[in-house]
């Protein structure tokens, strides 16, 4: 009986002592993330000076501390483009190959061979434009065609964002599919009430080509290139860069679609609070010219990018940063992949990540704290004297390398037989994080 009568009590001890230390440990974690961070970036900032000394840091890709694992998911021209692999040399007699871009041809034509600089009509019949979609291009034995008769000579068909209207009838063996997708997995099917599974697809694609290191066909949105030593002539100009900011505004973000899945716009709202923001675009108060055909200039004038993504997706990495913030020099603000993730694809210390700070309140006494410390405030240009930012997405009328790299693409890789025999694993959601949530005040990672 006595056994029986203190059973309930030792329960609510329990209670009571694991409630405790729930609270003890977010108080803890408050306190960590206030106090310390600086603290953290300094012993970080440390260690990559340490690093970089020598230059077997840059060389073939070692600064992105890429495991085994990872390295041996990549394509030969990953590895090219990733870890600094020379290009292999191609005989001048090497076959020609045929590239078919199935059904969304000449939808893409204006953004990846026009550069967004007409809006004529496309005459399949000619093909003419005003650009070579093969200029810097280190091959050029590519035809490219929009053809759907073209379908049974095509050496590789190209598929964007899985089109409806696939080809079922019987295949050339020697023949590669690719699927196209520049979209996160939470968006790749944007135009559908839900999304579903893909199993009549399992077994049907050869080649992906993505923002992801890992894909057959790499075309991520940017890549980080280690200087030559030729190029470390001229050192980043601090004063320079901080002259030609404005010094009343600090923060600003460009944007046209006002929805997202990981919350972004309600914690602008709430950023706005605590420090001043100017959103240009649709969801913003200035205007700026059409996107993505013509870019902000007014953009470059803040040292700070809210470089928010729709979805916080690993490796989703887009012209938010490498255009609006790395190429106009302001220091991109993230919300989107994973730290651990950016660090192998981003410069070494070149953002600040909404993950390390408790609250919007936080992050705007971060950003006020850099602008008034300008020697805490100058080691995020740092990388600029090791390392080059190069933007890849074709947009505001840029130079697209996406022809090139399908070429490059089948010149250099692999073409061993291979099948995507588990779509759904390899372009899942569970490679995406929920996105911005609070409990309690705190800012929790979900």
């Known amino acids: 009986m006595l056994y029986i009568a203190m059973k309930p009590r030792k329960k609510k001890i329990f209670k009571m002592v694991f409630i405790f230390s729930i609270f ?11 106090k310390c961070h600086k603290y953290v970036c300094e012993i970080f900032t440390k260690s990559t000076e340490y690093q970089i000394e020598g230059d077997e840091y840059y060389k073939h890709g070692r600064w992105r501390n890429l495991s085994k694992h990872q390295i041996a998911k990549f394509s030969e021209l990953g590895k ?9 040399k191609i005989n001048t007699s090497a076959k020609n190959y045929t590239i078919l871009v199935w059904k969304y041809g000449p939808f893409s034509h204006n953004g990846l061979i026009q550069r967004y600089t007409k809006n004529t009509r496309l005459d399949i019949s000619t093909f003419c434009s005003s650009f070579d979609p093969f200029e810097g291009c280190s091959v050029r034995n590519c035809r490219i065609t929009y053809k759907d008769e073209d379908l049974d000579v095509a050496d590789l068909v190209l598929f964007r964002m899985f089109p409806h209207e696939l080809p079922w009838s019987k295949r050339n063996p020697n ?52 200087l030559r030593k030729e190029e470390k002539n001229k050192k980043f100009n601090f004063e320079e860069w901080n002259k030609s900011k404005r010094q009343d505004v600090l923060l600003a973000n460009v944007n046209t679609f ?28 200035f205007k700026c010219p059409g996107y ?32 609006h913030s790395f190429e106009k020099r302001s220091v991109p603000i993230i919300m989107g992949a994973k730290p651990e993730i950016l660090n192998q694809v981003l410069p070494p210390h070149s953002y600040i990540h909404v993950n390390d700070y408790v609250n919007p309140k936080d992050l705007a006494d971060y950003i006020i704290h850099l602008n008034n410390t300008p020697s805490e405030l ?15 997405h074709a947009y505001f009328q840029n130079r697209s390398p996406h022809y090139c790299r399908i070429c490059e693409a089948l010149n250099y890789n692999n073409k061993k037989k291979k099948v995507y025999d ?25």
């Open 258 to 285: 006002c929805g997202a899945t990981n919350n972004r716009w309600a914690y602008i709202k709430k950023l706005e609070r605590y420090i001043t923001v100017h959103r240009y675009g649709k969801c913003g108060q």
């Open 422 to 446: 588990n779509l759904n694993r390899y372009w899942s959601p569970n490679q995406c994080q929920k996105g911005w949530s609070t409990f309690f005040g705190v800012y929790l990672v979900l």
């Open 175 to 226: 023949q590669i599919r690719a699927f196209f997708m520049d979209e996160s997995p939470l968006r790749t099917f944007i135009c559908i009430s839900y999304r579903p599974q893909y199993p009549c697809f399992e077994g049907y694609f050869n080649w992906s080509m993505t923002y992801r290191m890992d894909s057959d066909i790499p075309m991520p949105y940017g890549r980080t290139i280690a």
């Open 24 to 34: 003890s440990t977010a108080i803890m974690y408050i306190f960590c993330l206030r």
């Open 292 to 323: 993505v055909a013509k870019d902000c200039l007014a953009a470059s004038r803040y040292k700070f990018y809210l470089a928010f993504e729709n979805s916080n997706c690993d490796e989703y990495i887009t012209e938010k940063v490498w255009w």
């Open 378 to 392: 100058i080691k995020y240009f740092e990388w600029r004297n090791h390392f080059k930012a190069i933007n890849e």
């Open 80 to 88: 090219i483009l990733f870890l600094d692999k020379e290009y292999p």
